[in-house]
């Protein structure tokens, strides 16, 4: 079974309905975790997740509320009494990733691992292959690095935009993708350099010929307009408006 949980479906501004970004990909009972903005391990456990069984964590880019929790992942993976970790964590990111972590340990240095190896991977673009799963990375138009990744998995394509605004890179790594998970910061007419608004996400999927689109990420403006009709009038496959804590089953 292929799970895809919204942990945070909000952004960097605190909002008492939407958490920072987040979203698990759960492969059977594999987690993989896409970006982890501040408070994203609290939602881990009420999604019933435990970080400990974490071994890939993948960032769109290095903002912080992408990439808050990072630092108290390392450190509950260090200090969680009774827990020793042995297996790898991967890291993954856009090129630049490795040089953010390793300012990050230094920063932090009581974060840096002792029993485990911490590997970082840089894609911009490129290609991770498991023997369950395959993530590919393009770059996308938000910062000098910022990427968006495409899950495939038992047949089956999930994309993760991050954060970005309309590009023919994300559009072609979103083709024909069963579902489709792109940011929609600022509701239609009120958008913002670097961002989607739901009428350009929308367009993005009818484009792509993605089977079914979320939009997440969304500013609290964005609670204060109709953002399925705007996104409706780009497309008309089926459309999910994220929540904290929303799951969204891919069949096989």
Not at 32 to 56: H, K, M, P, V, W
Not at 122 to 130: A, D, N, V
Not at 202 to 215: F, I
Not at 239 to 251: G, P, W
Request: charged residues 20%; proline residues 6%.
């Amino acid at each position: 079974m292929i799970e895809v949980i919204i942990l945070g479906s909000g952004t960097g501004v605190p909002s008492l309905r939407r958490g920072a970004p987040g979203m698990v990909v759960m492969v059977d009972s594999e987690p993989l975790l896409f970006d982890s903005g501040s408070g994203t391990l609290e939602r881990l456990l009420r999604a019933g997740i435990a970080y400990q069984d974490l071994n890939y964590v993948f960032y769109s880019h290095t903002h912080n509320d992408h990439t808050a929790d990072l630092g108290p992942l390392l450190f509950a993976l260090k200090s969680t009494p009774g827990y020793a970790r042995e297996r790898p964590l991967h890291l993954v990111g856009p090129k630049g990733f490795g040089r953010f972590v390793r300012h990050l340990l230094a920063l932090y240095p009581w974060c840096q691992p002792e029993r485990y190896d911490l590997r970082v991977h840089e894609l911009m673009p490129g290609r991770l292959r498991q023997s369950d799963w395959e993530v590919s990375a393009r770059p996308t138009a938000h910062t000098d690095a910022s990427i968006a990744y495409r899950l495939e998995v038992g047949g089956k394509a999930i994309v993760y935009s991050g954060d970005t605004k309309m590009c023919p890179e994300l559009i072609e790594l979103s083709k024909g993708a069963d579902l489709l998970v792109l940011e929609s910061s600022y509701p239609d007419g009120l958008g913002v350099e670097g961002h989607l608004t739901p009428g350009q996400a929308g367009e993005v999927a009818a484009l792509a010929g993605a089977k079914r689109l979320v939009l997440t990420h969304f500013y609290p403006l964005c609670d204060e307009y109709d953002i399925a009709a705007q996104c409706r009038r780009t497309f008309g496959g089926e459309l999910i408006l994220a929540q904290d804590l929303m799951r969204v089953e891919v069949s096989p």
